[in-house]
């Protein structure tokens, strides 16, 4: 069992590559984000227990990224920063970090602070729905399992995490590059023939007539649009 | 008129049996690969990676390998070795032992379960449309360029035939 999911954002790959190592021997999962942008996108597919935040990153800039999730997540934030003046440290916490790194730092220290604020905060329940049920589809995304008409479906890992991403956004046209970056991470966005190759099997697998979709839509030229029946 | 009708169905059918004459499938890599009974269970799927060239073949069955790992599927390489009118359409200008190991050898190192399908025919795009049960998903390999190449054309006429064609860019450098 994990100690918690940790999600890094920093746009050094360096400081990624190595922080995924230390938190992952520590026991730690780690996820990780190139921007604040990836990193809204990330909180909304998945559940983390803790960020870790890069103040000086480009385009949506640490401070700007941990309002952003502080409006909508109680997920304790530790900021990591090269900057130790008392006004970056007072923005930052009134942002709403909830601890301040200065880089650089030695690991004992980082692993710390991070087993600090997970103490602080005990682990958060899951904000996505558990399970869910369509038509004659009903996932758990808990089990990871899927029952069509009663039966359990075998869905690959990556097929789930297709359908969850999905069917967490119902009604909302995922373009491919979204879905494909998403899934298969950042050095993808191109390869659309994969997506359609997941979806057909999506449908062959959840839809009553697989060559009519009704829940898994195509939108021409963008992407793909779960259609939840209007029961839902 | 009926009469020559006949003859010409009777000419068009010698013609088609006449594009293929042999055909083998030879167990490359057959191993559990760690899959559960339920994941062979549920492995209904096969990819289809389409000889083209060596090195276009080797990325097409790299990415192959990696679909069929996140779909749980299997993997067939269909190799249409075209034997040119003057010859005998038995008698191929390459021997299909020499074939059969070569291509044994490029499925045997692939990390999923792969096989191998040997083809003699007289036109391989003719071959492939019909042996393809649509909708099939295909790899096909090789560069891709401003205009349309060997492999592009092929990718298209597939797709135009319902198949799921992905094409595994092959890079400058790797072909060179």
């Known amino acids: 069992m994990s100690a918690g999911r940790i999600l890094v954002v920093d746009d050094d790959p360096q400081i990624r590559r190595v922080m995924r190592m230390t938190l992952t021997g520590e026991g730690y999962e780690v996820e990780d984000a190139r921007s604040g942008e990836e990193s809204e996108d990330k909180i909304r597919a998945e559940r983390f227990d803790l960020i870790l935040l890069d103040v000086n990153m480009p385009g949506m800039g640490g401070i700007e990224a941990c309002k952003n999730i502080r409006a909508n997540s109680e997920i304790p934030i530790i900021m990591l920063t090269v900057r130790n003046t008392e006004e970056d440290k007072v923005a930052a916490l009134d942002a709403g970090a909830d601890d301040f790194v200065t880089k650089p730092f030695g690991t004992p220290e980082l692993l710390a602070r991070i087993r600090a604020a997970l103490r602080r905060a005990p682990l958060a329940p899951e904000s996505d729905p558990q399970k869910l049920a369509w038509g004659d589809v009903e996932v758990d995304f808990g089990a990871r399992t899927v029952r069509v008409r009663g039966t359990p479906t075998r869905l690959t890992p990556k097929e789930f995490d297709v359908l969850r991403y999905l069917v967490l956004r119902p009604n909302r046209a995922i373009p491919h590059r979204e879905l494909l970056q998403a899934i298969w991470g950042p050095d993808y966005g191109d390869e659309v023939e994969y997506l359609r190759v997941f979806i057909k099997q999506l449908r062959r697998k959840l839809e009553p007539a697989p060559e009519k979709p009704v829940y898994i839509l195509t939108e021409p030229w963008v992407g793909y649009r779960f259609q939840p029946p209007p029961s839902l | ?176």
């Open chain 2, 1 to 176: 008129m009926s009469a020559y009708l006949g003859v010409g169905y009777k000419e068009m059918q010698d013609e088609r049996q006449s594009r293929m004459a042999y055909s083998r499938v030879l167990q490359g890599n057959v191993g559990d690969f760690g899959h559960t009974h339920e994941d062979l269970d549920d492995r209904r799927i096969e990819l289809h990676v389409i000889f083209t060239q060596v090195p276009g073949t080797l990325r097409a069955l790299e990415e192959a390998t990696t679909l069929a790992k996140d779909l749980n599927a299997r993997v067939r390489l269909l190799v249409p070795q075209v034997v040119p009118y003057p010859l005998d359409l038995k008698s191929p200008p390459v021997l299909v032992e020499f074939n059969e190991s070569r291509f044994l050898a490029m499925a045997r190192a692939q990390s999923v379960e792969t096989d191998v399908q040997i083809y003699l025919c007289r036109d391989a795009e003719a071959l492939l449309i019909e042996k393809l049960s649509s909708p099939s998903i295909v790899i096909i390999g090789g560069l891709r360029r401003w205009w349309p190449t060997r492999e592009t054309r092929l990718a298209r006429k597939l797709r135009q035939k319902g198949h799921h064609v992905v094409f595994a860019e092959l890079r400058e450098a790797a072909h060179a």
